[in-house]
């Protein structure tokens, strides 16, 4: 036990939140069954960290988490030939994992880690007892624990530095100080960003203290590590908490410095809407659109679809503001920002392009689209065409209820006459009406780049004028080709 750490009162259970605990212990009956395996070699084990917590919340999920007096190497002995996989590809940091009955174990040896101050890896020391490994924990209501036995009606709960009332208060604090939790491990800093956004939590005062002192001790942590902390975030119920924290204690300055970049000063000549405001809006309302639960790419685009803004920005004469081709800076400016993530290509592909494609349909209310316009929209956004929908829709957050209204009608009938196309025409994979091998019959050409352009110019002409039957295609094919044919001998 840190002496520094005074032990709050023992912690008691309330009769639902005992019940609750020994409900999860009951229903995952590998619990009793490992807690003997440990037993019965002269070890103890206990439940630790995030399922604990959730227990205590209502909560349950499949990964389990443990802790142990038993060395790593003594933990394989005792889960080999019982477990159905084992994995020790985390054994370096104490870490054996394994699976039972569809439940997902991590066994860590009791240990305390910390960064050295140039590293980016955390070194690892094991320790002797599990009020010292509950300290090592980022949060207080992550250092609780369940020392098992094969029984689960007969367990112990440990609390040693007052996470059950934290939990019951809603509020982030360290086991130990938040500028030695800090230290030991930076990327603690955004987990209670993320715990903000996911559970609701306050944090405390001392706690935002420390994160905006020691925001730049982040910069040594991997961006892969930093991208999978962020996308919790981004799939949090409330992902705005998490954020708004980020902004406001730095941390945003160096996972995502696009967002804070946003609060654009606004003067007394110069009056426009809040963009870092606007943009978390349309991330909420993004999520209320949802219908296939959180969905990363979406709320990515939410979150970047403005970052173009700042650079773009012009004052016009007359006090207006104009931020022209934002989109496709904004697109360019995504693409980069999430390749330092390490995100995917998929992801960064996909992002970028519903940024680049936010602002077409602007403008549609005011004039007539033809089909033509139609068929593009959707060719453009292809596969992304219900997320750029869903997208789109969030993008209003004016206070005006005559031209909120006015916008969501005029995509009402965007998205009707999408549909009228669908049912006329193979809308989701428009393609010539001729191939590239009746391209070269008919024209009598080999494969090469006068195929691409044909191939090219029957879909223009598709796009504009819709189907066209084999003969009508022919027809035109042959006219191009001979004003094409005409134009290179007078050159």
């Known amino acids: 036990m840190h002496t520094d750490q005074q032990r709050p009162p023992e ?69 080999q030939g019982w477990a159905e996989a084992v994995w020790d590809v985390g054994i370096a940091f104490g870490t054996v994992g394994a699976q039972k009955d569809g439940a997902k174990l991590e066994i860590t040896t009791f240990r305390s880690e910390a960064y050295d101050r140039e590293s980016r890896k955390p070194e690892v020391a094991y320790g002797d007892s599990i009020d010292d490994d509950l300290f090592r924990r980022d949060f207080t209501v992550n250092a609780m624990a369940v020392l098992l ?26 086991p130990g100080t938040p500028e030695m ?22 944090v405390a ?20 590590r930093v991208q999978v902390e ?29 967002l804070p970049k946003l609060r654009l000063e606004i003067d007394e000549h110069h009056r426009h809407k809040d963009v870092y405001e606007h943009t978390l809006t349309v991330l909420e309302q993004a999520i209320d659109l949802e219908t296939d639960g959180p969905d990363l790419i979406l709320r990515l685009a939410a979150l970047l679809h403005d970052i173009g803004k700042p650079k773009t920005r012009r004052f016009e004469p007359g006090g ?3 931020f022209h081709h934002h989109e496709v800076v904004g697109a360019h400016m995504t693409a980069s920002r999430l390749r330092k993530l390490k995100y995917s290509k998929e992801i960064i592909d996909d992002t970028s392009r519903l940024v680049e494609l936010h602002l077409r349909f602007h403008g549609y209310g005011e004039a007539e689209w033809t089909d033509s316009a139609v068929r593009r929209y959707v060719r ?25 209204l006015m916008l969501e009608h005029a995509y009402d009938d965007l998205e009707r006459r999408i549909a009228e196309l669908r049912e006329r025409e193979e809308l989701d994979s428009i393609r010539p009406d001729l191939d590239g091998n009746e391209i070269m019959a008919i024209l009598g050409i080999k ?45």
Not at 44 to 71: E, Q
Not at 157 to 168: Q, V
Not at 205 to 224: C, D, G, N, Q
Not at 455 to 476: S, V
Request: glycine fraction near 8%; charge should be negative; proline fraction near 6%.
């Open 320 to 322: 207006g503001v104009s």
């Open 380 to 404: 453009d956004a292809g596969p992304l065409l219900e997320r750029l929908h869903t997208l789109t829709r969030s993008d209003c957050t004016t206070r005006n209820r005559r031209r909120a």
């Open 205 to 224: 005062p001392e706690v935002r203290k420390a994160m905006t002192e020691m925001a730049e001790r982040l910069t040594i942590v991997s961006a892969e």
């Open 447 to 491: 494969p090469g780049p006068e195929v691409g352009a044909a191939y090219k110019h029957m879909l223009e002409l598709r796009m504009d004028r819709g189907p066209l039957d084999h003969e009508t295609a022919e027809t035109e094919l042959r006219s191009w080709w001979a004003e094409r044919e005409a134009a290179r001998n007078q050159a």
């Open 230 to 258: 962020l996308s919790k975030l981004l799939l949090a119920p409330n992902p705005r908490a998490g954020l708004a924290l980020m902004v406001d204690t730095g941390l945003a300055e160096i996972v995502v410095p696009e």
């Open 149 to 174: 036995t094969a029984d689960p009606e007969q367990f112990e709960f440990i609390d040693p530095y007052g996470g059950l009332a934290d939990l019951e208060a809603g509020l982030l604090r360290t």
């Open 11 to 79: 912690p008691h259970l309330d009769q639902a939140q005992r019940a609750a605990v020994t409900e999860l212990l009951r229903v995952v009956p590998v619990l009793g069954e490992l807690a003997g395996r440990f037993a019965a070699a002269g070890h103890s084990l206990a439940l630790v960290g995030g399922p604990v917590r959730d227990a205590l919340l209502g909560r349950r999920g499949d990964d389990l988490d443990f802790t142990t007096d038993a060395r790593p190497e003594q933990v394989l002995k005792l889960v």
């Open 181 to 202: 939790s800090f230290s030991d491990d930076p990327l603690r800093m955004m987990r209670a960003a993320r715990f903000a956004a996911q559970l609701g939590f306050d």
